[in-house]
């Protein structure tokens, strides 16, 4: 993968939902994405500035944001409040003069949650308890499935 428009090679991973937004991170020559905790959803602005906060606090250089479009591939009523809300980390990123060094993806998350539930439930991770958690495994899933799509495939040394 190549650095950022920043240089760093820092990515960092948002799944945005309702009440958490999951983290995942990643320093895109290992190719394996982390867990790295979770925001509280609060009033989108606020949010905003903190996922900025952390943005900064990371080094990150591209912000992959999964985007839950519906199984036809169509935008939903969730897809269109990912894009609300990654409108106010745009704007963050422009009032502090980050919009030209951090890259912003916005990838395909459909079926990320279905895959963490089921490996969540045979954990026992279920219900509101294990939610914050939840989310931050599906940030690494969206993270991971990003990584392997835009890495580029290892040689083989003769």
């Known amino acids: 993968m190549a650095d950022g428009p920043s240089g760093s090679q820092v990515v960092l991973c948002l799944d945005v939902g309702e009440r958490h937004i999951g983290l995942a991170r990643t320093v895109a020559d ?8 979770s925001i509280d959803m609060g009033r989108p602005t606020a ?7 952390r943005v900064v606090l990371e080094g990150a250089g591209c912000l992959v944001v ?3 479009l ?4 169509a935008d ?3 897809t269109r ?4 809300f990654v409108g106010f980390v745009r704007k963050e990123l422009t009032a502090r003069g980050l919009n030209r060094t951090v890259h912003i993806e916005l990838v395909d998350e459909r079926l990320s949650s279905v895959a963490v539930g089921r490996a969540a439930a045979s954990e ?9 958690t939840k989310d931050q495994w599906e940030a690494v899933y969206i993270l ?9 495939v290892p040689r083989e040394r003769d």
């Open 76 to 78: 939903s009523m969730e």
């Open 30 to 37: 290992v190719g394996t994405a982390f867990p790295a905790g």
């Open 66 to 68: 999964g985007l839950p």
């Open 124 to 132: 026992g991770l279920s219900g509101a308890a294990g939610r914050a």
């Open 144 to 152: 991971q499935g990003y990584l392997d799509r835009t890495s580029p």
């Open 81 to 84: 409040k990912v894009r609300r």
């Open 70 to 73: 519906g199984l036809d591939g």
């Open 47 to 53: 949010t905003a500035r903190t996922v900025v906060d």
